[in-house]
């Protein structure tokens, strides 16, 4: 029987009903001051940064070294950071997209994708440094503007590839959908290639920005011959805190690194990792869902909701009006004669620049004498060893723990932000301790530089193992525990095989890192003096330093033949082996 209705059980009902708006409304009012807060800090610092960029052209720049001045300095960096990562994911798009979808194209972009790679930054800082500073005379645009795209060339390359083979590889299943539908080529990358990449493109967008942070020193502190290019930053910030020995401000510059890339991590990229959870394609409800509080802080926002009522508003219809649209307005492919042309007449351009390129590079070259070619190519082979091992060596370890970290839903939540964080730190800023720890233990850097190299490179194998641990379909589990496989045999028969795939695009990703590496592997300065080990990076650096243009351009060339030579040789027989004989998908 229902309770009788009184003025009190009214007062009660109707005072609970206030309690819990004028909670919702106290929390919603905190979140919505906090993000105003935000915003007007983020202003402020925009119009610092406007002010830097703008400013004029200053001969030297003098870093403070005390730890007030980080909070600009970093501030300053991670601007870089995500610029240089907005140009990386719009050349992700187009060029990746470029060579999936035009067969000719493809015979160029991927191999010239190798080049780019192997390509150190400091086989074109001098040209890019001076053409910009040439351009922008009499403010600090041109510098800033190098620091980026240097910047931008620890990100884009692998962002690319993952990009590139993932419209290779879209499900079957979606294909079918997008020719059933009769999508045309915008349709069919944005409701099909697009989202199949999504996943994908994210974790390599976070990898790719770690990359980027490992020349943050050399990005922002330059030596070209006499002179000297520096901007305010972390990077610059430790790059002097190590020519002067200042242990304090080295501590400093790396907990101000640590500090902004949780920030990065818990503001960024975890709340993009948990927006792309919906484009995960999956066979079971078995996945961990993750979550971020940033993302359920937002939803108490007015000002959130406000956005993403006005998102919702001007969305399009859905795809199965649309596809009638199509269907009526079929275009096949990009729309009428213009979108075949354009790629042709880019793909012209681009072989003329490529020439150009080629015969101002052979013109460059032609002073090296064939002695210098020769210690050029036997330094060449020594940093291929030092590569190779230390490729194997984070293979030893990496392999074994990122299983551990996949195959784990506990290890999962509570291991990766640890690796994102530990990932993303540039390792050359723990250089000087590593160095020091070597030169007490007495071991060479000719020997050493293969630890210094494993430090920035082991963590492509380690992602790349985790992903493919967590791709492991859980059908092949289960049949594993009912044959009872355990042990050696588990790891051999389903674990090692599974994840094949994966650890080859680790391989190829960490060689390329290590090779980029070298260059300040193989060429370090320690307590004010310069250290080198005989290899290539090491003569890259010296070249570079003492802006001798046509030994530095020989170098350059010769360790872009011999990546490019060792991808097609070896890591593509792996991946064609991974593809034949490993892929899940078959």
């Known amino acids: 029987m229902d309770a009788p209705v009184t003025g009190v059980s009214i007062f009660q009902k109707a005072w609970g009903e206030t309690s819990a708006f004028i909670g919702r409304s106290r929390k919603t009012g905190g979140v919505d001051l906090l ?3 935000g915003m007007i800090g983020l202003f402020f610092g925009l119009l610092e940064l406007r002010g830097e960029w703008t400013g004029s052209l200053r001969p030297t720049v003098t870093i403070d070294l005390s730890p007030w001045a980080l909070p600009r300095y970093a501030f300053f960096s991670l601007s870089r950071g995500l610029l240089a990562y907005l140009f990386s994911l719009a050349f992700t798009l187009v060029y990746g997209y470029w060579a999936a979808k035009n067969r000719t194209a493809e015979r160029i972009l991927v191999p010239l994708l190798d080049i780019l790679q192997s390509v150190p930054v400091l086989g074109f800082m001098p040209g890019l440094v001076l053409g910009l500073v040439a351009l922008f005379p009499s403010s600090n645009v041109g510098l800033e503007l190098a620091a980026v795209v240097m910047i931008f060339t620890g990100q884009a390359w692998n962002m690319t590839f993952s990009f590139y083979y993932s419209l290779r590889s879209v499900p079957k299943e979606l294909q079918d959908a997008g020719v059933v539908f009769r999508f045309n080529w915008w349709q069919r990358f944005k409701w099909v290639e697009l989202p199949s990449a999504t996943m994908g493109l994210v974790w390599n967008s976070m990898m790719s920005m770690a990359g980027g942070w490992f020349f943050l020193m050399i990005s922002e502190a330059f030596v070209l011959g006499d002179k000297d290019f ?31 890339i949780v920030i990065l991590d818990q503001f960024l990229w975890r709340p993009v990792v948990v927006w792309a959870q919906k484009f995960r394609i999956e066979e079971d409800g078995q996945q961990q869902v993750m979550t971020s509080w940033f993302l359920d802080l937002l939803r108490y926002s007015t000002f959130a909701r406000w956005i993403k009522r006005r998102s919702q508003a001007s969305k399009s219809r859905p795809a199965v009006v649309a596809s009638k649209e199509a269907i009526r307005h079929e275009t096949p492919g990009p729309v009428g004669s213009l979108g075949r042309i354009v790629p042709v007449i880019a793909l012209g351009v681009l072989t003329i620049v490529l020439a150009y390129g080629a015969w101002r590079l052979i013109g460059l070259v032609r002073f090296v004498s064939f002695a210098q070619w020769a210690g050029i190519v036997g330094a060449a082979f020594t940093t291929l060893a030092r590569v190779l091992t230390a490729v194997a060596l984070g293979t030893l370890w990496a392999l074994p ?53 494993l430090l920035g490179t082991q963590w492509y194998i380690l992602f790349n193992v985790i992903a493919g641990a967590m791709a492991i379909p859980s059908d092949l589990k289960e049949a594993a525990r009912t044959y009872q496989i355990r042990g050696w045999q588990r790891f051999k028969i389903l674990y090692v095989p599974s994840v094949f795939p994966y650890l080859v695009t680790g391989w190829v990703t960490a060689a390329g890192g290590a090779w980029n590496a070298s260059i300040v592997s193989e060429y370090v300065m320690y307590k004010g003096q310069m250290m080198a080990a005989w290899g290539l990076g090491a003569e890259i650096s010296k070249v570079a330093a003492a802006a001798e243009f046509p030994l530095l351009a020989a170098s350059v060339m010769v360790m872009a033949v011999m990546v490019v030579l060792f991808n097609r040789m070896v890591w593509r027989r792996f991946y064609r082996m991974a593809a034949d004989r490993y892929s899940l998908s078959r």
């Open 401 to 453: 723990a990122g299983l551990a970290i996949g195959l784990s839903p506990r290890l999962s939540r509570t291991l990766q932000p640890v690796v994102q964080v530990a990932a993303s730190f540039p390792a050359p800023m723990l250089f000087p301790m590593v160095i020091a720890v070597m030169a007490w233990a007495g071991i060479p850097l000719g020997w050493g530089s293969i630890v210094l190299m």
């Open 35 to 37: 993000i105003l807060l």
């Open 230 to 260: 520096r901007l305010p930053g972390v990077g610059s910030y430790m790059s002097v805190a190590v020519a002067r020995g200042d242990v304090p401000a080295m501590l400093w510059a790396i907990l101000a690194m640590v500090v902004m």
